[in-house]
């Protein structure tokens, strides 16, 4: 069974910067792609960012640079570090494990717990 257990998050103020962990079990991680998105309130779950079991990077274009997405094999974590965050970034945060077929990524069944992120300004 796959777990992932993510920590990071918090209460923090605009343009201050966070680091988001999700940390995988049950699976061949370094075999994975590995996905984050975010939820706010009212409002569907959308993909922020990817990495390829490679290590290649997508992002979506809202993050404006902000957002870099890494992994650490040897403990089987992916990272997302978000800078200089804004109040539209306020947003409870998942990670979830996939696959890429060429650029378009597929998330599989198992999730990240959530991580609530919030912005004051």
């Known amino acids: 069974q796959v777990q992932l257990v993510q920590s990071g998050g918090g209460l923090v103020q605009a343009g201050e910067s966070l680091r988001l962990s999700c940390t995988a079990s049950?699976?061949?991680?370094?075999?994975?792609?590995m996905g984050w998105y975010r939820q706010a309130p009212g409002e569907q779950r959308e993909l922020v960012a990817t990495i390829s079991p490679r290590g290649a990077t997508d992002y979506k274009g809202f993050v404006k640079g902000r957002f870099t997405v890494s992994r650490d094999d040897a403990k089987n974590t992916v990272y997302l570090q978000i800078n200089k965050l804004k109040a539209e970034d306020t947003a409870v945060y998942f990670c979830?494990?996939?696959?890429?077929?060429?650029?378009?990524?597929?998330?599989?069944?198992?999730w990240g717990q959530g991580t609530q992120v919030t912005v004051s300004s």
């Open positions: 979830n494990a996939g696959h890429h077929i060429g650029t378009y990524y597929y998330p599989d069944k198992s």
């Open positions: 049950g699976i061949n991680f370094n075999a994975k792609s």
